[in-house]
């Protein structure tokens, strides 16, 4: 069965905006390397300005072990999965879990790093598996995407995947966790109320619990579609 690609959703005729792009190159002799944990690594890269020639240096924190250690390199998956049903609107499944770095509880997509030699198809259907016990069809991959270009040079891919209806909901006994995810539990929200019932969440754990930026975004996208892109609006 063939996926679609980001570029083949929504192809229509679009006016775009003009980019200015310009080659900016980095210098590999001058780069630094400044400290490694584990999992981690901290780099200093340098880079030069177009136009005044100005070297300028930036910190970069990459992963120690990458599936492909390409300049394109994508980390992880991070699933979309969507449960249709013909008695209820649509419901989005999702992660619960503690996050060390912020020391409290964080509501997220289902995600993870691809293992070498597997495909993103692959990664994000056992992925799906793992996490939420769900087993599904993979319907859409989008192209990479970064994280957070300012701090790091990960990438992801955005893969949707429709649940299958038959399949448990979540049971921790289906579940395949790593023993740092002791504390990831799975939950299930409408779509259209999606963006309100994570301001609520939010609102009833204020010092607990955080929204992932990706998660918020998603669900804000969906908010302003309704309300501002509405054709009754």
């Known amino acids: 069965m063939s996926t679609q690609s980001s570029s083949q959703i929504g192809a229509s005729s679009i006016n775009l905006p003009s980019l200015k792009l310009i080659p900016v190159e980095q210098s590999e002799e001058s780069s630094k390397h400044l400290g490694h944990g584990q999992w981690l690594e901290l780099d200093e890269i340098e880079y030069i300005v177009p136009h005044t020639n100005e070297r300028k240096g930036w910190e970069v924190c990459r992963r120690k072990k990458r599936s492909k250690p390409t300049s394109d390199a994508v980390d992880a998956v991070d699933l979309h999965a969507i449960i249709h049903s013909s008695a209820s609107p649509p ?15 964080c509501v997220e997509f289902p995600s993870g790093l691809i293992d070498p030699d597997e495909t993103v198809e692959q990664a994000a259907l056992r992925e799906l598996r793992e996490e939420t016990g769900y087993t599904g069809i993979v319907k859409s991959v989008s192209d990479a995407v970064c994280y957070e270009p300012g701090l790091t040079d990960s990438k992801t891919k955005v893969v949707t995947v429709e649940i299958i209806k038959s399949s448990s909901p979540g049971e921790n006994e289906l579940q395949e966790l790593d023993d740092d995810e002791w504390s990831l539990h799975v939950i299930q929200v409408p779509l259209n109320n999606l963006f309100s019932t994570l301001t609520e969440l939010k609102a009833r754990n204020p010092s607990t619990l955080s929204i992932d930026s990706r998660l918020y975004a998603y669900a804000l996208g969906l908010h302003t579609a309704s309300t501002l892109l509405s054709p009754s609006q």
């Open 91 to 105: 419901t989005i499944v999702l992660v619960v879990q503690y996050r060390p770095p912020i020391n409290c509880y």
